[in-house]
């Protein structure tokens, strides 16, 4: 007899716990939370951009009855700054105000009416300024006024290599191309809204549970802003409707805990839809140039490129994101000869930060657009001019980094062309404009388009990156249980199935719980760069292999042959051929094993800050996409047809929920190229509304054709791969291709308008 | 905030004399949303959600009489055959929720000027019945909206119905929206031929402060049109287009520019007309 291995270990895809809840409507969110006696906190914002605060008057606010407590700069207990990277951002206003929606004052009431009757009553006298919002003017027009003191530059991070600016090495090239490009500002849109509660405890510290992306980053940025040892701010995941890099920078988090110390009662907050938009950080705006030389057979002889980023007012991971934009701004090609320059500014704009993708989107829509555009010139097609120049294993990167572990680009083009092409339209098919009845075929033209793009995961220079799992084994009722416990974030992408599933293959044990993600156990670092499976994934395996030896070591000391390379399968120890040897349970007995690990992945190094050379990045992970559209050519209007892809992602951990994660950042990538824009004028969000932000719905997103590759990475847990962001790159230029194939159009800005195309004196693109 | 809930018409009509402060509530697609942002906090609601009567439509004189609170959902699902042009600008409301609860009665009281119904009651010459306790007036849909949201009900009055003329020759209806579904038009267009009287009516939504209608246009084709063999000239459609396209009054605003507005217009303007005018569409 042989044991198999588990059933709904790695590479099934066994139920998700939280998938019938969320569809159902059970599902407990942060938003959900009550506790008896609990106050409702609110936020006051800044209406302006720019503006010096003269006077704030809470007098008429806390006369409205049920209001408890008014907060403003002035109560915060301790630092009054905050921030991931760089601690430049208020808790409250201080003084003046940077962006439309700053967060001046906070109310806690016995209601959420009164609360926000109590947020109207606030008096604010401002002295409006006029806002810094042109991101060029902000980084170098000396005479532009300055957002913070040291000046408007976050980052410039230069990347250097070979002689780019020879004009013997660019007489090399029989084709170049200069072009500009834009990105907008997208938003994450997640579904449930920023909220937790803060509840003060009998030790003068305050328990929180919020829907956040890294419990422990939050809680070192709360501590101090409270006047709290770090021991007093305890935290524990409330459940999370989606994240996308939105709940990487605090939203309520200090507020509420400052609300509910003051009065010593629970406080929620709960932002609406509206105050979402106003409550989390952006993707950063872009505008790009870019210049591509080639030689008649499509090689690259050299890029130059300058990439501004729109950081708006605050830091947040802005220095982070041009770390990415300058070493991935080239994409997954070889190129000899470079000279990037990426800079992230601040200005008055409404603040960006990390969002899926993080700094490697909005390039990857300018390399893109820029290799069309090249294949245009060379006449060539758009795969063989990215197949000539695609990086493989053994690269070097535009930062002198080798890629060391598999990177099967050229491949991934193949096997796209390989994927059927959707058939012709036909009747009934929806067309552009869906029930709209805007054409009944008049117009319409179908157009292709490719985009390949390269992410780096996990975090990169030289950031200490690790994450911590605490793995249990004991045995109940005769049968063996494992917990596992980390602090990792589940936002909805299946981490807390991934847990398990590990945990059963490396423990063969079926009866496996995952606990509440909380600060009670170390750090799991981010639910984001893609790196939980990684990195989470990485320290339960370590802690399971240290309870495995544990057991090993106790089956010894019990009299049980335990032999060279025997293993746990089947809720039993079991030989390297797989002959049951002694069940778990006789050997844990009343015992219960317990490790602790910290999993880091191999160091890497910073960006040199004058050539930006330097191995910056753990590893990188790559998509393509093929888009097929119709578009109304006269009414600007596209209907995506198809969208097929190419991933490569190591190693499948669990199909079902990588399926998903690839459909999902497809989908976010058609949103970024014809949809999805917080549109901002003079420094004023005019669309924090689901009304006019506007995200894909079921009848925008197409069918998908999708082919997943499996080339380990030694390096890795697993051989995996990072696959959460990847896809979110790679859509949006070949949806924008597309759209380009079927109008003839430059289109250099994305998301792509309707009057972009149909009224050519508002495209948005020029040529260089 | 008072909730008001009349069993019947006459109950509903008393309680809005004696509260015209009260806001009406029918589906609630608008006016949950305009409480739940706090854009207004109305003294009173007034719950039209019980009177069975409004639910109701009827075929009377040459005309499909709605009740205000039939739904988009039922205007599809009973409607299109007689109303087809109200039944291709229902599909375009919203989601099949929001269709379900959404009526012709609320999206006259909004009187957006991006509401859905509206280009195709001005079309087709459609009346809004209007009832107090003082009577019932009828109010051609031409004269209903006022202004940016508003509309010609006195404090006192509710919408009881409305009659829209039974289809005297084809109709259409055309929507642009950036999305392909669930979204608020970017602008629309519906036009209406009455074969019998030989005259053209046209509706236009989201360009200008209110719905609008475009009388140069209407006046141009029905001289221009070959009536007996329902068959325009190019020219002339192009320039039924331009006239269609300077009746509007468009904005930029975030939903669109004014540039877009007017050259969509036009284009819909063409393209709908050749769809009554092509002999396979006369037959639908
Ligand atoms: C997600 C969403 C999507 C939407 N999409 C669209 C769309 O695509 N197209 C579109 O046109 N609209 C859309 N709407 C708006 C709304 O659904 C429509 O305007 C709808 O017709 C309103 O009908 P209702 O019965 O829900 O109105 P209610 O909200 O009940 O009332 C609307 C207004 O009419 C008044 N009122 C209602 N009945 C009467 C009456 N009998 N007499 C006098 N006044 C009355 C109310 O006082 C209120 O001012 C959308 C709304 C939502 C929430």
């Given at each position: ?15 998700r ?10 599902f ?22 720019r503006?010096?605060i003269?006077s ?6 806390l ?139 009998a ?46 920078d ?6 509420a ?27 950063h ?9 080639a ?45 990037i ?7 008055n ?47 070097v990167?535009?930062?002198g ?9 050229a ?38 388009g ?8 996990c ?46 293959t ?7 719980a ?47 042959q335990v032999?060279e ?11 390297a051929?797989?002959e ?18 910290e ?6 190094g ?19 996409h ?12 596209v ?36 949809l ?19 995200i894909?719905?079921?009848l ?30 790679s ?11 079927a ?26 | 905030?008072?909730?008001l ?19 009406p ?22 719950d039209l ?15 499909v ?20 042009a ?19 009665g ?6 957006s ?13 459609a ?24 509309n010609a ?19 259409q ?9 669930m979204?608020?038009?970017?602008c ?29 246009a209407?006046d ?12 325009v ?20 605003d ?31």
């Open positions: 007899m042989t044991i198999q291995a588990s059933a709904a270990g790695i590479g099934d895809s066994p139920t716990p939280d998938g019938t809840p969320k569809v159902l409507g059970a407990g969110y942060a938003s959900d939370l009550t506790v008896p006696g609990m106050l409702h906190g609110a936020t006051l914002r800044s209406p302006h951009p503006a010096l003269k704030i008057d809470v007098g008429p606010a006369a409205i009855p049920g209001v408890r407590a008014v907060l403003t700069a002035e109560d915060i207990p301790g630092t009054k700054y905050y921030g991931l990277i760089a601690q430049d951002c208020p808790v409250l206003a201080l003084g003046e105000v940077r962006y439309h929606g700053e967060p001046v004052a906070i109310v806690a009431a016995d209601d959420v009416a009164a609360a926000r009757r109590a947020v109207a009553a606030i008096v604010v006298d401002y002295e409006v300024l006029t806002p810094v919002t042109d991101l060029r003017a902000a980084l170098f027009d000396p005479d532009s006024p300055k957002v913070h003191a040291g000046g408007n530059v976050v980052r410039h991070q230069p990347v250097r290599r070979g002689r780019a600016d020879d004009p013997d090495i660019r007489a090399l090239a029989d084709v170049v191309v200069t072009r500009e490009y834009q990105v907008g500002m997208q938003d994450q849109a997640f579904l449930g809204p920023e909220a937790g509660l803060a509840v003060p405890a030790d003068g510290g305050v328990d929180l549970h919020v829907a956040t992306q890294w419990l422990h980053a939050d809680a070192e940025q709360i501590a101090p802003c409270l006047g709290l040892a770090p021991e007093l701010v305890r935290m524990t995941l409330a459940g999370v409707g989606g994240a996308f890099g939105g709940r990487e605090l939203s309520m988090q200090i507020h805990a400052m609300l509910a110390l003051r009065t010593g009662l629970p406080v929620r907050m709960t932002y609406n839809r509206r105050e979402s938009f106003f409550g989390h950080v952006h993707r705006p872009a505008v790009m140039r870019y210049t591509h030389g030689r008649r057979d499509g090689t690259l002889v050299f890029v130059t490129a300058e990439i501004l980023l729109d950081g708006g007012a605050y830091a947040s991971t802005t220095e982070a994101v041009v770390g990415n934009a300058a070493s991935l701004g080239v994409g997954p090609y070889e190129v000899e000869h470079l000279a320059d990426a800079y992230g500014a601040y200005t704009n409404p603040p960006c930060g990390a969002m899926r993708g993080f700094g490697a989107v909005q390039t990857c829509f300018a390399y893109e657009s820029q290799m069309d555009a090249l294949a245009a010139e060379l006449g060539m097609h758009p795969l063989d001019i990215r197949a000539r120049n695609a990086v493989k294993q053994g690269s990167t535009p930062t980094q080798v890629i060391d572990a598999p990177a099967p680009v491949e991934m083009f193949a096997q796209l062309r390989a994927m059927p092409l959707p058939p012709d339209r036909a009747a009934g098919d929806l067309l552009p404009g869906g029930y709209g009845n805007t054409t009944h075929g008049e117009g319409v033209r179908r157009g292709v490719y985009g390949v793009g390269i992410k780096n995961i975090y990169s220079e030289g950031f200490d990156d690790f994450s911590t799992a605490r793995v249990t084994l004991s045995a109940a009722d005769g049968e063996p249980a494992v917990t596992v416990h980390t602090a990792a974030a589940e936002v909805g992408q299946g981490l807390v199935t991934v847990q398990g599933q590990i945990a059963r490396e423990l063969g044990v079926e009866r496996v995952v606990a509440q993600a909380d600060t009670t156990v170390g750090s799991a670092g981010s639910s984001s760069a893609s790196r939980q499976s990684y990195m989470t994934g990485g320290a339960v395996k370590a802690a399971c292999e240290a309870v495995r030896e544990r057991v090993f070591s106790l089956a010894r000391e019990r009299g049980f032999a390379g025997s293993r746990l399968a089947g809720g039993k120890i079991v030989s051929s797989g049951p040897l002694v069940d778990l349970a006789l050997v844990l007995g009343a015992d219960v094993v317990e490790e602790t690990r999993y880091r992945h191999r160091p890497t910073p960006l040199d800050r004058m050539t930006g050379q330097g191995s910056s990045h753990v590893q990188f992970a790559f998509a393509a093929r888009a097929v559209v119709d578009v109304d050519v006269e009414l600007g209007l209907r995506v047809v198809r969208l097929d892809v190419v991933q490569d992602v190591g190693r499948i951990m669990n199909r079902q929920s990588l399926e998903g994660q690839i459909q999902g950042g497809t989908a976010q990538g058609l949103g970024l190229a014809v999805e824009e917080i549109v901002v004028a003079d420094g004023k969000v005019r669309n924090p509304s689901f009304t006019d932000y506007l894909p719905t079921i925008d997103m197409p069918p998908m054709g999708m082919r997943i590759l499996e080339y380990p990475d030694p390096a890795a847990p697993y051989g995996l791969r990072g696959a959460g962001e990847p896809p979110t790159l859509s949006t230029p070949a949806i924008a291709a597309a759209v380009r194939d109008t003839g159009l430059a289109l250099g800005r994305v998301p792509i308008r309707p009057e972009h195309i149909a009224v050519p004196a508002q495209n948005a693109a020029r040529d260089g | 905030m008072e909730f809930a009349p069993a019947d018409w006459t109950e509903a009509l008393e309680a809005k004399a004696a509260h015209p402060g009260a806001v509530i029918c589906g609630g697609t608008d006016v949950m949303v305009e409480l739940n942002f706090e854009l207004r906090r109305p003294p009173a609601l007034l959600g019980r009177i069975r009567a409004l639910k109701d439509w009827e075929v009377c004189d040459g005309h009489r709605l009740g205000a609170a039939v739904t988009f959902a039922r205007i599809i699902s009973a409607l299109a055959d007689r109303l087809p109200l039944a291709t600008a229902a599909r375009t409301v919203g989601s099949p929720q929001i269709r379900n609860r959404a009526t012709i609320g999206n006259l009281g909004t009187a000027p991006a509401g859905d119904a509206h280009p195709v009651l001005l079309a087709t010459g009346v809004v019945e209007a009832e107090s306790v003082r009577g019932v007036r009828t109010i051609p849909v031409g004269d209903f909206f006022t202004g940016v949201k508003r009900l006195e404090p006192d009055e509710l919408i009881r119905a409305v009659r829209i003329p039974e289809t005297a020759g084809p109709q209806f055309a929507k642009v929206g950036s999305r392909n579904a979204v608020i038009a970017v629309s267009f519906a036009v209406a031929l009455d074969l019998e009287r030989r005259t053209v009516g046209t509706g236009i939504g989201s360009a200008g402060p209110r719905p609008l209608t475009a009388p140069a209407e141009f084709l029905a001289g221009a049109l070959d009536w007996d063999g329902l068959a000239s190019e020219d002339a459609a192009e320039r039924f287009g331009a006239l269609v396209a300077a009746a509007a009054s468009p904005i930029d975030v939903r669109g520019t004014a540039a877009y507005r007017r050259r969509a217009l036009a284009v819909m303007a063409v393209r709908t007309l050749r769809w009554m005018t092509e002999k396979e569409a006369v037959a639908v």
